[in-house]
């Protein structure tokens, strides 16, 4: 029978890492920025990246430091993998250049014109489309989470959600009217 390799202690462990961080504690912030992180997240990346090491301290096999840094690297770097994935799935929405003051009558209008006219767009989707869109967008919902709820494939889901933020991207090009 193989060896097993003896794992680290967590309160060794988590001294070790308590020890590393205090001599460099922007280390994880810097490896974040440098595996393409945006500097304004990369605080972010670093603190969930610190959060994760520090609870599987345990899974470490060996307490060296050059093992240790090697495995904090590896966090970092499925961190801003994690980041990347989610930000392509949930792009930020851009608001343009023309977007109605808020703070002047017309402005409120405006909003309002718009804000009604996106309401209509939805419920002028049929309810086969307009349920996993919501699902989706309001209660954030996985495809898997929208069609177990329906009882329908997740094929169906998907497809189902495209085709409703399609007709609302046309909705939305053409005035916010429904069609």
Same mark, same amino acid.
């Not at 050059?66 to 495995?71: D, E, F, I, K, N």
């Not at 919501?134 to 009882?151: F, K, W, Y």
């Given at each position: 029978m193989g060896e097993r390799t003896p794992h680290v202690d967590g309160n060794q462990g988590r001294t070790l890492l308590s020890t590393m961080l205090a001599d460099e504690p922007q280390r994880l912030r810097r490896r974040s920025i440098s595996l393409g992180v945006p500097v304004d997240?990369?605080?972010?990346?670093?603190? =969930?990246? %610190?959060?994760?090491?520090?609870?599987? #301290?345990e899974h +470490?096999?060996?307490?060296?430091?050059?093992? %240790?840094?090697?495995? %904090?690297?590896? #966090?970092?770097?499925?961190v801003a993998i994690d980041l990347a994935r989610h930000r392509a799935r949930h792009p930020e929405a851009v608001l343009d250049d023309a977007t109605p003051d808020p703070g002047s009558v017309a402005g409120v209008v405006e909003i309002r014109v718009l804000l009604d006219g996106a309401l209509s767009a939805l419920r002028a989707l049929p309810e086969s +489309?307009?349920?996993?869109? +919501? %699902? =989706?967008?309001?209660?954030?919902?996985? =495809? =898997?989470?929208?069609?177990?709820? +329906?009882?329908?494939?997740?094929?169906?889901?998907?497809q189902r959600i495209s085709r409703a933020r399609k007709a609302m991207s046309a909705c939305r090009k053409s005035g916010m009217e429904a069609d």
């Open positions: 997240d990369a605080d972010d990346a670093a603190q =969930t990246a %610190l959060l994760r090491a520090w609870r599987s #301290i +470490l096999e060996v307490p060296e430091p050059g093992r %240790l840094c090697s495995w %904090l690297d590896a #966090i970092a770097r499925n +489309l307009r349920a996993p869109l +919501l %699902l =989706t967008v309001v209660d954030g919902l996985s =495809t =898997t989470e929208v069609a177990d709820r +329906l009882g329908i494939e997740p094929a169906a889901a998907r």
